[in-house]
């Protein structure tokens, strides 16, 4: 698959933008940044504010890395400040943290060549997340089973943080006001705007460093809010 790919990529003259959002993570991005492979053509990091030498690590980790400090607060701001600032034809979002590996961009990439405007992430259609405590295994059934209840989706996670998109069609997407609940406020609004998804399943080894930066039952609790408040939303 890989060979094709970049055979497709070279012939289609296409350029392919990582982003990833950074918030307090020096200690996971040595595990993330470097593994992102040499024919990325942009790898873009946007800083939220951190308070650690995140943006000093990544400048030591890659010398081609390119920092962006967000406008305002929240991943959700992170992450379409860095779609509207990205060159890439294609974008694919990865977490800092470490859960998403790098290795697995090409099986996102690759649905993209074959017509599909959205690939989505699931950490849990190759098998179960490193780590992950039942009652956040539990949480994202609740989530991911409201969505594809009220927006008729067959999905397995609604809270991965891997996703691959064209920058074209991206811009169908209503990504107004859009601070926090990320994941699941993105992918409703894909859906709305009827883009052509694909759910592929990506390995997930758990956060390699650091603190997660929201409560469990704070986050369950607003993405299953933002769910039913945009499928009734104008």
Known sequence: MADAVLKAKAERGLSITALICTLNE???LPHTLPRIPAWVDEVLLVDGHSTDDTVTVAKSLRSDVKILHQPGRGKGDALRHGIEQATGDIIV???ADGTTDPDDILRFIEPLLRGYDFVKGS???LSRPVGKPRHRIFGNWVIVTTHNILYRTNYTDLCSGYNAFWKQAIAR???SGWTDQEEPLLNARVRKAG????EVGH????RTGGQTKQPSWRQGSGAI???IRERFRG
Do not use: I, M, N, P
Request: charged share 35%.
């Open 26 to 28: 020096e200690e996971s």
């Open 123 to 125: 950490r849990f259609a």
């Open 93 to 95: 979002t990865l977490d």
């Open 203 to 206: 390995h997930d080894q758990g």
């Open 225 to 227: 809010r933002t769910v």
């Open 195 to 198: 883009l052509k998804v694909l």
């Open 173 to 175: 997407v209503d990504l």
